[in-house]
């Protein structure tokens, strides 16, 4: 259990925050945490079943850890939502940071920043101004994700010698993308689009 103790962190933030979603779960969310951290230490063909979502999930990036630890304590009442000018700031910065590295690692574009986390000294100089800006700006939840996902890195905290993997994940950069939607209302819109295409197709 303690060389997965990322994934058996990720279970359960993962999966209480998904379960949260539901209202009829609101009178249990307390009950939810330990329930869920049995789960994740139960055995299942001699593997815990954290490792098992491991093996879809992968091991998150620090920063959706802590993204998740906040929604977390969201939900349960201990945190107050961001507002809405705050939510935007951190889907902007952490949205700006998937669609430089994600386009390239898919062979979309000729400069691979990736390699940029193997020797990432000005990169952590520019997440360090980021951090400072987040501070300037009162955004506390930036900055721990920042400051986090570089404290790990400098620990080793994850398998990878890459500085990316402890800043943004896939899980993180849909997150990103799915709430830019919902935040500039265009969610709607898309979806709309959608149902006149296929309506269109059928006839």
């Known amino acids: 259990m303690t060389a997965l103790w990322q994934a058996h962190l990720s279970f359960v933030l993962l999966g209480f925050v998904l379960l949260s979603t539901f209202r009829f ?3 249990w969310r307390p009950w939810l945490l330990p329930v869920l951290v049995v789960l994740s230490v139960m055995p299942v063909n001699e593997l815990p079943l954290a490792a098992y979502v491991r093996s879809f ?4 990036a620090f920063s959706t850890l802590v993204l998740l630890a906040w929604v977390a304590l969201c939900r349960l009442g201990v945190l107050q939502p961001l507002h809405c000018p705050q939510k935007l700031q951190l889907l902007v910065l952490f949205g700006g940071l998937s669609l430089l590295l994600y386009p390239a690692t898919l062979g ?3 400069v691979d920043p990736y ?3 193997f020797n990432p000294r000005p990169m952590i100089g520019l997440v360090g101004a980021a ?3 987040m501070l300037w700006l ?3 939840l930036a900055v721990w994700m920042l400051a986090v996902g570089t404290l790990a890195f400098a620990l080793r905290l994850k398998a990878s010698e890459n500085y990316w993997d402890y800043l943004v994940d896939p899980l993180l ?5 799915i709430a830019g939607f919902m935040q500039l209302k265009l969610w709607e819109w898309a ?3 959608m149902r006149s295409v296929r309506l269109h197709i059928w006839h």
């Open 25 to 27: 779960t609101a009178k």
């Open 57 to 60: 999930t992968d091991d998150l």
């Open 108 to 110: 979309l574009t000729y």
């Open 115 to 117: 390699r940029w986390g």
């Open 131 to 133: 951090a400072l800006l």
């Open 138 to 140: 009162r955004h506390s």
């Open 173 to 177: 950069a849909g997150y990103c993308v």
């Open 191 to 193: 979806c709309s689009r």
